[in-house]
């Protein structure tokens, strides 16, 4: 095995491992902006929806480059993929998580 897929799989087991504490609640701290966010602003948002998009879309991405590295593509694909996932994730914010 060389170095580059040990450290993608080190990675990857850090990321799943983060995402899977925010889906059950104890990583609230991890989901960007809601952290920092006044009780008010906080109060706009359906917490259990959030978790499951933050944390599905954060194993969405993770699944999405291991394709892309897995099958050689270049970097330019991983960005595109990211990004569509980025997009999507804005999109279910919009919709599905806010109160």
């Not at 450290?7 to 609230?28: E, K």
């Not at 706009?44 to 999405?64: E, F, G, K, M, Q």
Request: proline content about 1%; aromatic content about 10%; hydrophobic content about 60%.
């Amino acid at each position: 095995m060389n170095s580059e897929l040990i450290v993608g799989i080190i990675a990857t087991v850090i990321v799943l491992v983060l995402a899977l504490l925010v889906l059950f609640g104890l990583g609230d701290f991890l989901i960007s902006g809601y952290n920092t966010a006044s009780a008010e602003k906080k109060a706009r948002y359906n917490l259990p929806r959030l978790r499951v998009v933050t944390s599905l879309s954060v194993i969405a991405i993770t699944a999405s480059v291991w394709v892309c590295m897995l099958l050689k593509t270049s970097e330019i694909v991983i960005v595109a993929v990211t990004l569509a996932w980025v997009v999507i994730m804005f999109i279910l914010d919009k919709f599905y998580v806010k109160k």
